[in-house]
């Protein structure tokens, strides 16, 4: 028995080839919104690195190298993933995870890289700027509590690492094997890279009343090792993205 193969005409051909140029265009389309929403409805708001300029232009500027997440000492900074639009690639910081170490030599990020994406402002680490420090959960707070902290800050299996000047500042050492024993927990005020960024401030007049109070400054940088550091869990004192002192 012989088959006779169905003959195309045009019109079945031209039909063709205008749902195939439909189908391409949704696809093109549907990619171009996977990268347009997540910037414009800010889905995935990120911490970038230190000396990141402003968002827009800073995913202009960035070229997605990785050279920051290499040099970085304490592996700080990741990079983003399918799910955020024009900022897959991007560099970011997850600083619950693992803060920026502000006491490597010069931002090591910001001097590798090759567009000025990163970049100092006034030549000088403390004018460099990623966010800003801010109490969200008080009530959480030890110190507020007037409690102290015994043990690792955070403990196995958690894995994130800090630089002790005291141990080897070139040699980052785990949260979860590193153990304090604190009257008042000072966590967030002891171990910012930045002098007087963050203090304790007595809660009262009473010299008995050891309850004290996490105070932000101006000289804070928004690092993160705050927030990385606190030992409660969510973290009593948070990050704000991008924001300035006297501002949002």
């Not at 030549?123 to 030890?142: F, I, Q």
Request: aromatic fraction near 6%; charge should be positive.
């Amino acid at each position: 028995m012989t088959v006779t193969k169905p003959v195309n005409t045009p019109k079945q051909k031209t039909r063709r080839t205008v749902l195939r140029s439909i189908a391409m265009g949704g696809a093109v389309v549907g990619a171009s919104l996977f990268g347009f929403f997540p910037v414009l409805k800010k889905w995935m708001p990120r911490l970038r690195p230190p000396g990141a300029i402003d968002e827009k232009e800073f995913l202009a500027a960035c070229i997605k190298c990785g050279q920051c997440v290499q040099v970085c000492p304490v592996k700080a900074i990741e990079l983003g993933d399918l799910d955020e639009g024009f900022g897959v690639g991007a560099p970011y910081i997850d600083v619950r995870a693992q803060a920026c170490d502000f006491s490597c030599d010069a931002v090591q990020c910001i001097l590798a890289c090759p567009t000025g994406a990163l970049q100092h402002a006034i030549n000088k680490k403390e004018e460099v700027r990623m966010g800003l420090a801010r109490l969200d959960r008080p009530n959480l707070c030890l110190a507020r509590q007037g409690v102290g902290w015994k043990g690792p800050a955070r403990p196995a299996p958690y894995k994130g690492v800090h630089r002790y000047m005291e141990i080897d500042r070139w040699k980052p050492v785990r949260l979860a094997e590193y153990n304090y024993d604190l009257e008042i927990c000072d966590l967030c005020v002891r171990e910012c890279p930045i002098p007087k960024a963050i203090t304790l401030e007595p809660m009262s007049a009473d010299p008995a009343d050891k309850r004290r109070t996490p105070v932000v400054h101006e000289a804070c940088v928004g690092c993160g090792m705050c927030e990385m550091i606190c030992p409660t869990e969510p973290a009593a004192i948070v990050i704000d993205i991008a924001r300035k002192w006297g501002g949002v």
